[in-house]
């Protein structure tokens, strides 16, 4: 359909307030926080379950391709509209529908914005766990599309831990309310196999979520070590010896220089790795485990230990971490961020196998990462203006999914696979697990109707 | 479809003569209500299994697939029952990774001998799963329907560990979804989907988990109430509290009795984790419980704590060695209603005149119902049935459902196992026909008789 009928028809459909059609305003929206580049034909911003419903009935009707959107923090190129069509961008579905703390639960619309909730939440003393570094801008849709982690899901596990149902806008228009409050309800996990499905089987336009109360005693620790080798070692240590903290995250040289240049937060900028460890639950006991940690730490030859004495000082540890891929942003143009995911105890390995492919195809490579998931995210950064240093890029980011695969890890923990990664699938999955894949696809969207290339490399025909 | 005997000798090539079972005792064991298999097929692997399934759909003979058989009363009455599948010989630990604390073993292993392995040596860990059948449930099956018990308060259940599913899909192809990272966005989660899906999907030949270290201590505090509404208060300021138990269960009066205890309205609470954080739980609790209205406080540790959680996951497999498929429900609400779903319920089957114990994890909204009369026939088996229709309603009334979790087959004619029919049910249709197009996976057990 031409593109000004297009944007007419969705005029009439939900009112021209919600529609946007002008090259300017299609430019921004055909980013996100990858590199890649594509504009949608037009863009709408509705306000209802309604109004999605009625948007994605036209767009089936007319084989028009749909992508839902929310604050375009995507880092795999998820959020781009490949082969243009209609982008839904879900930002104006922004209400926290109902707060049920009797039941622990929150139900709530997709485009309100991850830490908005949780400062909502602990005004009435819960929380909703899982804690994206982007929260401040993320919105819990986007979250569910790409079952997003952050530094607390060592202990709480990621967002699809925390989402117990909701209501899906599916390919043709149709309404359905998968799970619920309760939980345990017959049939097949489709909340399970939806969240971290990247938009391609369908928009959720309500979500019920999982809240509990906030936990009595928090611990946050920072270590501070001469050796990447030895931090990375002191991360597994912890794990070997049977200590789960609520988080496990650690920051490298290039990191902690970019960080302490941007915030100025007194850390050392010659320090080769820093962890960040938190404890909480119950204050009993507390004590005695953060000295058990605190010993590792010094069988590793930790350099200098940093125990925050308050709520205040806590944040200004998160800080820096959340405030990590900002900061290393500022050293060059751009950065590429790789997801890499591999068993915990190959971490020093990984690590270690990253830092020569920086070398080799001399880049600087920053790596920021939830040490205690075997989630590393190295930055790889250049300067996008530069083709052969892009090129490198590309190698080296390939060459990393390569190890972490080979590493018995896998190519993305949180970020998803987007466009960015897809070429990559076939390193971890066999055509039998792609078909398998499809097989969901296609019985969620059987016409494709949702976020087309994305996630699932074409399947090549066999005979 | 061929003949039975080329059928047989087909399977025979597979997977040896000694690993086909025809033993007409045999094949009835296996029956699933009533319908009796041609064959068991016990295969040895995965490969095995997946020529199993490839003949299997050629020739479009069903298959059920079976772990050590706890759940075969169970699910709406199968389509056809042409093979069952065992996965009997599939009980290899295939990578038990220590320091990375993730565990992969194959489906047929059983969780208790399984548990025995991961808790030896000085520093043990285990898997934080206790459903029913302490002893006789094997892994596969357990995560095949989902298969949870009291302590998922604070571990939750099987979706919250597992990292990884290996499966043979209905056409035969050996598929292997997650892996051993604690996080995996790569493709969709097809191992939360394979779960709870009574191998109607694939079948689930091994799957990888995470493992948590055994705790430091552990003890258990029984809390004895006079009356529902003080347990319902106490269970309400105990799981909004940042106190951290691993299980809240509220027993009434003819369950206690079962379980040993002596009480109208026991909460048993367990507590779990470092030694320090168990004492001051231990003190706190005795005394705020006994100001909250508990007449009684009783503090089990060792081996007598051990023997109470085992007594109370297998309330439900005591009444089956007794009664064959004994009448238990499981109904899921929100999970504020607590002690008042109990409430209603017990009035209800009261009502009737039917004896019941219940058994409701209070922090999860779940309440399991166990008839404790035999299911018997006539007027009897009318009484319960309609008993069935009314708790059902109860339990939507409270934004759950309610699933008959073992019952006879004659009973199963008349009711829906799987409660009353949900908004999402298209939704699991279209899967299945996607996944499963010959319908030869456990056709007509799982909801909505797909």
């Not at chain 1, 929206?29 to 309604?50: F, G, H, M, N, Q």
């Not at chain 2, 138990?245 to 009066?253: F, K, Q, R, T, W």
């Amino acid at each position: 359909m031409e593109k000004e009928k297009m944007v007419k028809e969705l005029n009439r459909l939900i009112g021209k307030e919600s529609v946007l059609g002008t090259d300017m305003q299609i430019q921004l929206y055909e980013y996100d926080a990858s590199l890649i580049r594509s504009k949608p034909d037009c863009i709408v911003l509705p306000t209802s379950t309604e109004q999605v419903s009625k948007v994605v009935k036209f767009a089936h009707d007319n084989g028009i391709r749909v992508i839902a959107r929310g604050a375009g923090t995507n880092l795999s190129g998820g959020s781009i509209s490949l082969q243009g069509g209609i982008a839904i961008v879900l930002t104006r579905m922004n209400n926290i529908l109902e707060l049920d703390i009797e039941n622990q639960r929150v139900v709530v619309q997709p485009g309100v914005i991850t830490l908005n909730l949780k400062n909502f939440l602990a005004k009435h003393g819960y929380l909703y766990q899982p804690d994206p570094a982007s929260e401040k801008a993320s919105t819990l849709g986007g979250n569910i599309g790409e079952n997003s982690g952050g530094p607390h899901c060592l202990k709480y596990g990621v967002t699809s831990n925390h989402v117990l149902g909701g209501e899906l806008v599916l390919y043709n228009g149709e309404v359905v309310q998968i799970g619920g409050k309760a939980l345990d309800n017959p049939g097949y996990d489709l909340s399970g196999v939806f969240v971290g499905s990247e938009g391609t089987l369908g928009i959720m336009t309500k979500a019920i979520l999982r809240i509990m109360p906030k936990a009595e005693a928090v611990k946050t620790m920072m270590c501070i070590f001469n050796s990447i080798e030895e931090g990375g070692d002191t991360v597994s240590a912890i794990i070997a010896d049977g200590i789960i903290p609520a988080t496990l995250e650690m920051m490298d040289n290039l990191t902690i220089k970019a960080v302490e240049e941007a915030y100025n937060m007194g850390l050392p900028k010659d320090a080769a790795a820093i962890l960040i460890i938190e404890l909480d639950g119950l204050s009993d006991g507390m004590e005695r485990l953060t000295n058990r940690i605190l010993d590792i730490c010094k069988k590793h030859h930790v350099r200098e230990i940093r125990v925050a004495k308050d709520q205040a000082e806590r944040d200004k540890i998160w800080a820096g971490r959340k405030g990590a891929f900002g900061a290393v942003g500022r050293l060059r143009p751009n950065y590429m961020v790789n997801d890499g995911t591999v068993p915990r105890t190959k971490l020093p390995e990984t690590l270690a196998k990253v830092i020569a492919i920086g070398k080799k195809y001399n880049l600087p490579i920053a790596n920021v990462f939830h040490a205690g998931d075997g989630n590393l995210h190295p930055l790889i950064l250049f300067d996008e203006r530069d083709a052969d240093e892009l090129k490198r890029v590309h190698a080296a980011a390939n060459e990393i999914l390569k190890v972490c695969a080979d590493m018995g890890g896998t190519i993305s923990g949180e970020h998803g696979i987007g466009v960015e990664k897809i070429h990559g699938m076939q390193l971890i999955c066999s055509s039998q697990d792609l078909a398998s894949m499809r097989n969901v696809k296609v019985a969620f969207d059987p016409d494709g109707t949702y976020n087309p290339g994305k996630v699932l490399p074409e399947l090549q025909k066999t005979a | 479809m061929p003949q039975k005997d080329q059928l047989v000798s087909a399977l025979q090539k597979i997977v040896g003569k000694a690993n086909v079972i025809q033993g007409p005792k045999k094949l009835k064991d296996c029956a699933v209500d009533g319908l009796v298999p041609k064959a068991i097929v016990c295969p040895k692997n995965e490969k095995e299994i997946s020529k199993v399934m490839a003949i299997a759909n050629a020739n479009k003979m069903t298959v059920v697939p079976r772990g050590s058989g706890t759940k075969m009363a169970a699910g709406g009455i199968p389509r056809k029952v042409d093979l069952v599948l065992s996965l009997s010989k599939l009980n290899r630990v295939v990578d038990y990774d220590k320091a990375n604390l993730s565990l992969s073993v194959q489906a047929g292993i059983t969780l208790a001998a399984l548990q025995k392995k991961l808790g030896a040596g000085r520093k043990g860990n285990f898997l934080p799963l206790d459903p029913p059948f302490t002893e006789k449930a094997t892994i596969g099956g357990i995560v095949a329907t989902n298969s949870s018990g009291p302590k998922r308060y604070i571990y939750g259940t099987a979706r919250d560990m597992l990292l990884g599913i290996k499966a043979v899909s209905p056409d035969g192809d050996i598929v292997s979804f997650g892996g051993k990272t604690m996080k995996n966005v790569s493709g969709y989660d097809m191992t939360k989907l394979m779960i709870g899906t009574w191998g109607g999907l694939g079948i689930i030949t091994e799957i990888t988990t995470k493992l948590l270290p055994l705790p430091e201590a552990s003890a258990t505090l029984l809390l004895s109430f006079g009356d529902l509404e003080a347990a319902g208060k106490y269970i309400r300021k105990i799981i909004h509290s940042s106190l951290l138990p691993s299980a809240v269960e509220l027993i009434n009066g003819a369950a206690a009795d079962r379980l040993g205890e002596k009480s109208k309205y026991l909460l048993a609470l367990s507590l779990e984790g470092v030694v320090e954080a168990v004492a001051r739980q231990i003190t706190e609790i005795s005394e705020s419980s006994k100001k909250e209205g508990a007449k009684g406080v009783k503090v089990l540790k060792g081996t007598k704590e051990k023997a109470f959680w085992v007594r109370v996951r297998d309330l439900g497999s005591d009444l089956a060695k007794k009664y064959g498929s004994p009448v238990i429900l499981k109904s899921n609400f929100v999970i504020s209603k607590h002690v008042e779903l109990m409430a209603r319920c017990e009035k209800i089957t009261e009502a009737a005149g039917v004896r019941a114990a219940f058994i409701c994890h209070a922090g999860n909204g779940i309440l399991h119902t166990y008839i404790l009369d035999k299911p018997g026939a006539g007027a009897k088996l009318k009484g319960l049935i309609e008993l069935i229709g009314k708790l059902t309603l109860e339990a939507v009334k409270d934004e759950g459902n309610l699933v008959v979790e073992s019952c006879p087959p004659e009973m199963k004619e008349k009711i829906s196992v799987w409660g009353q029919p949900r908004h999402d049910q298209i939704l699991m249709r279209r899967l299945k026909e996607k996944m499963d197009p010959a319908g030869i996976l456990n056709p007509g057990r799982f909801v909505g008789g797909i």
